[in-house]
């Protein structure tokens, strides 16, 4: 009787341990794509609010620039605490 189950289960049940750690890889993937996302959305609004800070300075008086630099700041930082925050839940 074993003889004619092993050939069955064998393939099935390795079938479903690589579907397992895939299915843990593309979570991990996109846990990282999403942080990549996240930082290139922190770094970029940062770059923002250099360059608004420095043009303030040089001119002498903040502009509009300066406003949209802190929103963009403001949408990012939002963001990161998000994922972070998500990051947390998925430890727990």
């Known amino acids: 009787m074993y003889d004619y ?8 049940l390795t079938a479903l341990v690589v579907w397992f750690i895939e299915r843990g ?5 996109d ?16 770059m923002e609010l250099a360059y608004a800070t420095a043009m303030a300075v040089k001119r002498g008086k903040a502009n509009g620039e ?3 630099a802190v929103d963009a700041y403001n949408k990012a930082k939002k963001r990161q ?7 947390q839940q998925l430890i727990k």
Do not use: Y
């Open 5 to 12: 189950i092993a050939p069955i289960l064998t393939p099935i």
């Open 25 to 29: 890889r593309d979570k991990k993937d």
């Open 31 to 46: 846990l990282r794509d999403e942080a990549e996302s996240v930082n290139r959305e922190v770094n970029s609004a940062t």
């Open 66 to 68: 300066v406003e949209a």
């Open 81 to 87: 605490d998000d994922f972070n925050q998500k990051l």
